[in-house]
């Protein structure tokens, strides 16, 4: 029997090959030479091998590259200085099917130092040139070692992780839109994510922000605690010693001995105030935020408190007849509570509230149009948490922070 072709797809049905024979032909004008049927693959099964949704997600996605200019001007894009500095991620080595390895030391992330000291549109280029220099790394390895080395393998590091400053609206923003611009566009891409050293209160915000996710997305991120002795053999089982830090259970040290690798991982940082500039942070709409729930639905607005003592804000209507509405708080532990009982909102101006709530803690304003058979319902609403500006341990922090995740349930 002849030996398989590193290039030859496997392990996929005569209805599926059809489909990706004819996905190619449909958009043959325009694939670049690397697109190969494993590149194809991936946007058919983003989409359960419909080749007329895939055909969408793809030239959407083309499009996106292009208006990011990241296959011209990107690649030889020069990161402003704090990016270069303070960005926190690297890579020691590769996994043993030869998939680059991505290590990011997410505490040092220092979103608020960031985003007082250059534009979200910067943050965001950093992360999509990082992303797009270990694909064309995993090209690469896949010559040598096949299809499985085009898939990434990712540790996250939440050492020392806090949730108040992705309570802080700009910074939530920055995280929900690099989240939708992954799964547009970079589908499938993932072979195992690693979320180590998970404090139970990243709970929250991972319940929050994997309503963000594709389910293939989810299935391939494990998370665990802060006891090395649970996460080591797990993350060893896909990665060789010799490839990963000693900090992780490997046995690589940077030039400087240390078991980190910071030389080679940068671990970020808190950014100095000499590089902060005027007007950087994108000033909060005014404006409410209006969705349609269609009948039968329910759709829920999800705010984070991350601190014992704070105030949620809000003003909610409907524009007209009216809708069910109530407020509901879950903790770390996934415990839910009602904090305001289900009531009827009717049409007209909006309906104001203050109340004190307590985190740790995801507070979700829920609109029910479960009774509603005929009619579509359209809500608006303004929803915020303040933390007590004294408790707030990073200088000229607002006083407002929220969460602007809105999402059906």
């Not at 032909?25 to 099964?45: G, Q």
């Not at 101006?349 to 009774?371: C, E, L, Q, R």
């Amino acid at each position: 029997m002849a030996p398989v072709s590193k290039n030859e797809v496997v392990g996929i049905d005569d209805d599926q090959r059809f489909a990706l024979m004819k996905f190619r032909r449909s958009v043959k004008d325009v694939l670049k030479p690397e697109h190969n049927d494993h590149f194809l693959l991936r946007w058919l099964r983003a989409r359960q091998w419909d080749p007329e949704a895939a055909e969408k997600m793809l030239r959407d996605s083309m499009k996106w590259r292009e208006k990011w200019e990241l296959d011209t001007t990107l690649q030889s894009w020069q990161p402003p200085e704090v990016l270069q500095k303070y960005f926190p991620s690297g890579s020691t080595g590769f996994d043993k099917e030869g998939s680059p390895i991505i290590i990011v030391p997410f505490v040092g992330l220092d979103v608020w130092g960031m985003l007082h000291s250059l534009s979200r549109t910067d943050v965001i280029r950093m992360v999509l040139k990082t992303l797009e220099g270990y694909l064309a790394t995993a090209r690469e390895q896949a010559i040598t070692h096949g299809p499985a080395a085009l898939k990434m393998t990712v540790i996250f590091d939440l050492e020392g992780f806090n949730i108040r400053q992705y309570a802080w609206k700009p910074a939530a923003e920055m995280v929900f839109t690099l989240l939708q611009i992954y799964e547009a566009n970079y589908p499938e891409i993932l072979k195992t994510c690693f979320i180590v050293n998970a404090p139970k209160v990243f709970s929250l915000a991972f319940s929050v922000i994997k309503k963000f996710m594709h389910e293939y997305t989810i299935s391939k991120i494990r998370i665990y605690g802060t006891d090395p002795k649970k996460w080591q053999s797990q993350v060893l089982n896909i990665i060789d010693k010799d490839q990963l830090p000693v900090h992780y259970g490997g046995s690589v040290l940077d030039d400087n001995d240390d078991p980190r690798c910071s030389l080679i991982v940068r671990p970020g940082g808190k950014v100095p105030k000499s590089y902060y500039l005027k007007n950087c942070v994108p000033e909060d709409k005014k404006d409410y935020t209006r969705v349609t729930i269609k009948t039968g639905e329910k759709h829920a607005v999800d705010l984070l408190c991350p601190d014992a003592e704070s105030v949620l804000k809000w003003e909610v209507g409907v524009d007209s007849h009216d809708i069910k509405f109530a407020i509901k708080r879950r903790d770390a532990d996934g415990n839910e509570s009602l904090v305001v009982p289900p009531r009827k909102l009717l049409a007209g101006p909006a309906d104001v509230g203050v109340m004190p709530v307590t985190g740790p803690a995801t507070y979700s304003i829920v609109f029910d149009n479960k009774n509603a058979f005929l009619r579509n319902k359209k809500v608006f609403y303004d929803a915020v948490i303040t933390v007590p500006a004294q408790d707030l341990n990073i200088n000229d922090m607002p006083d407002e922070v929220t969460d602007p995740v809105a999402s059906c349930s």
